[in-house]
């Protein structure tokens, strides 16, 4: 009795190990670094002017490292897909012996059930109707403050932040990098998403309410082995 309970944990892990990997959830850096930005020039006694400090009359768009840049988040994405299959396939095969060295009339004689133009008849179907269809929708909106963290020579610039929201215990992170170009920052120094290179959007959550949205260890192990 006693072999019995130390056999049952092992067979549990044994199934574990077999059950197939989950899909990796994607890894949102936390906390973001903020950009290293060089450290102003000291001016020489007697100058009041120095050529890293901007012109008074200059466009205060980003365009350095460090300048932040607020993201607006609208991604929209919709797909349909539907296929039909149909197909069908009838045949029919009769084959006989009329003459057979005139020992036809002696085997009907004999056999007068006995046809020998249909000795052989075979009837064949085959129909196959399948349809399917599948329809996916998602809709993010938000807004995000990004950092400039790399100036590209032809002025495009790499930007990256992060955000992390805690409500009643659930911890809501999105994280968002890409390349934006200068021509689309506008004056107050905000860019749309779909005017991102190469964007890496992550919205992830941790908490009860995700746990909850996932099945429960055996259950995923029975999905897993379960041949039926």
Known sequence: ???????LPLLFLLLAGCARKQPEVVKVPEPLEPAMVKEPVPQSPGTIWTGDQGNWLADLKAHHVGDIVTVIIK??????????????????????????????????????????????KADFTNKFKGSGKITRKEDLVATLTTQVIKVYPNGNMKIRGGKSVIVNNENQIIYLTGIVRAHDVTADNTVDSGNILNAQIAYTGKGAISDNQKPGWLMRILDNVWPF
């Not at 349909?80 to 149909?86: G, I, M, P, Q, R």
């Open 1 to 7: 009795m006693n072999r019995r309970w130390i056999l």
């Open 75 to 120: 991604e929209k994405a919709s797909a349909t897909k539907e296929a039909s299959t149909e197909t069908g396939r009838d045949s029919s095969m009769t084959a006989g012996i009329p003459t057979l060295f005139g020992y036809e009339k002696v085997l009907q004689e004999n056999n007068p059930r006995l046809n020998m133009s249909e000795l052989v």
